[in-house]
C-alpha cells in the first residue's frame, strides 16, 4: 500500500468512492474502535518493504510481498497496557487494490479483520462478519487455505484469496517485527499523520459508477470537478455504439449488414466503420485468427467502403460478431468523451478490460494486477503480476474472463491454447481484440504480433508451466 493512500484513509477521503458501488467505507480510527472498544491511545510506524524483511516475510507467509509500505498501529488501554496492534495493507482482489486492517492480539494470533476500502464491482460479500470471522485465532504457525479451512464466498473468490493472502501476510509482518531485531520509531497517533496529510497534494475523492453494458459491467472512476456528469456522458456514448455493433440489438448496423442480400452495401455509421476496419486489419494481421465472423477466411468476405459510409458481406449467412472487439473500441470512445470534458484522470473497467487515462492526483500510475487463473495451493499464488498503467489498456482473454467464447476460426471450436493471455497496447480497441488472436495463435506468435504495435506487451500463462511467458512491455 502506499502512504498516501493510508493517509487519505485517516480522513475518510475514499467515502465518495465507495457511495457509487454501495460500499460503505470506514476510516482507520473507526475499524480500530471496533475492533477494540477499551482502546484509548494509539501509536504508529509506517514500515518499508524491502532487503531481507521483506524476504523474511514472504517466507514466513507462503506468499510474494508487495514492495509497498505497510502501517502497525498498536493499540492501548486507558491504563497504558499495550492490549494488540493492527496492519493496515493492500492485497489486489481481480484488478485493484483491496484495503484491510488485519488487528491481532498480544499472542500474535488473529483479532479481527476488517475490509477499509473495497474497489471492484462485485465481491464486496468479504466484508460480512460471515466471512471475516473465520480468521479469528489464526496464526502464522498454523496454514490455513481458501476452500478447506477458509470457506469460500460465491461470486468472491478472488477478493476472498486477497483476504487470505492479507491476513497470511499481515501476520508474518507482526512476528517477524516483534523480535525487536528491526527499529521501529513508533509516534503518537493520528496528530502526526494529520500533519502529513496538510503536505499531501489534493486527495479529492473520485466519483465512481458501475453500469450494466454490452453484456457485462462497466465500471468508471474519474476525477476532478462535475466528474459525475462526465461519467454520464461516457454511460451515453457506451450505450449508443452498443446500439451500433451489438448483433443482439434490433436494427443495429451489424445486424442489418447481416439481415442485407449478399451483395448489398449497407449504409452505417462512421463508428461502426472505424471498429469493422479495426477488426479486419487484426484479421489480416492474425492470418484469420481473430475473425469477426468466426469461420475460416471470413473476413475476406466483408468489403469496407469509407467513403460511401458503407459495408458489404459477399456471403449469405455470414455472421458479424463484434464481441472480441467492441468492448475495447467502446472504451477507446469512452476515453475521447472524458478527454472533451477535461476529465483526464481516470480509470475504465469494462468486464475486466481496464483502460487507464492520466492517474490519480498526487500519484504517477494506476496499479492493477493480473489474475492468475490457477487454483489456490497450486504454488502459483493468485497474481501473474502487478501492472502499472498510465493512458494504455490492459485485456484478458481465458477462459475465467470469457468462458468458452473465445473461438477459433480455423477449427470452428473454442480455443484452447493457453490457461491465460494478457495483452498490453496503448489502445484499448487492438489491446481487446489482440488478447483474443493470441488466445488462439499462442505465444509462439507474440513477438510477432506486438512488433507491429509499439508500447505492447503480453503475458502468456501455459498450462503446465510454473510462470507466465512475458513479452514486450510486459517481459520479465
Sequence with gaps: MTLTILLSLLLAAPAAEAERVGVKPITIQQALSTAWPQAARFESVVVEMKGDLRHRIAKRSGKSVRREPVM????????????????LLDEIGKYHPITFMVA????????????????????????????????????????????REIRNLSGATLSARASVRAVRRALATVVELCDGTFPLSWKAWPPLLAATVEAEPDRSAPVIRVRPA?????????????????????????????????????????????EAPAGYPVKVAAETIECVNA?????????????????????????????????????DGLILDLGGIGKGYALDRAAVILQELGHPRALLDFGGQLLALDPPPG??????????????????????????????????????????????????????????????????????????????????????????VPGSGALILIEGEQTARGYGKLGL
Excluded: C
Aim: hydrophobic share 40%; charged share 20%.
Design 72 to 87: 502497525l498501529v498498536r493499540v492501548f488501554d486507558a491504563s497504558h497496557q499495550w492490549i494488540g496492534q493492527a496492519v
Design 363 to 452: 500519484k504517477s500510475t494506476w496499479i492493477v494486477g493480473i489474475h492468475d487463473p490457477r487454483l489456490e495451493g497450486s504454488g502459483a499464488g493468485t497474481l501473474l503480476r502487478s501492472v502499472h498503467l498510465v493512458r494504455s489498456s490492459l485485456a484478458t482473454s481465458a477462459t475465467y474472463e470469457k468462458g468458452q467464447h473465445i473461438i477459433d476460426p480455423q477449427q470452428g471450436v473454442p480455443a484452447r491454447v493457453a490457461l491465460s493471455t494478457t495483452v498490453l497496447t496503448p489502445d484499448a480497441t487492438r489491446a481487446d481484440a489482440l488478447s483474443t488472436a493470441l488466445a488462439v495463435l499462442g505465444p509462439d506468435h507474440a513477438t510477432r504480433m506486438l512488433n507491429r
Design 214 to 258: 454490452m453484456g457485462t459491467v462497466l465500471r468508471v472512476e474519474v476525477y476532478g470537478p462535475d466528474a459525475d456528469a462526465a461519467i454520464s456522458e461516457v454511460f451515453a456514448e457506451v450505450a449508443r455504439i452498443e446500439g451500433l455493433l451489438s448483433r443482439w440489438v434490433p436494427g443495429s448496423d451489424v445486424r442489418r449488414i447481416e
Design 104 to 147: 491481532i492480539n498480544r499472542q500474535n494470533r488473529v483479532h479481527d479483520l476488517q475490509v477499509l476500502v473495497y474497489r471492484e464491482h462485485i465481491g464486496q460479500q468479504i466484508e460480512s462478519p460471515r466471512f471475516t470471522r473465520q480468521f479469528r485465532n489464526r496464526s502464522s504457525d498454523t496454514p490455513f487455505q481458501l476452500h
Design 279 to 315: 477488426a479486419l486489419r487484426i484479421a489480416r494481421e492474425s492470418n484469420g485468427a481473430f475473425d469477426p465472423t468466426l469461420v475460416a477466411a471470413g473476413y475476406t468476405l466483408i468489403d469496407v467502403d469509407g467513403d460511401a459510409g458503407s459495408i458489404t458481406m459477399q456471403r
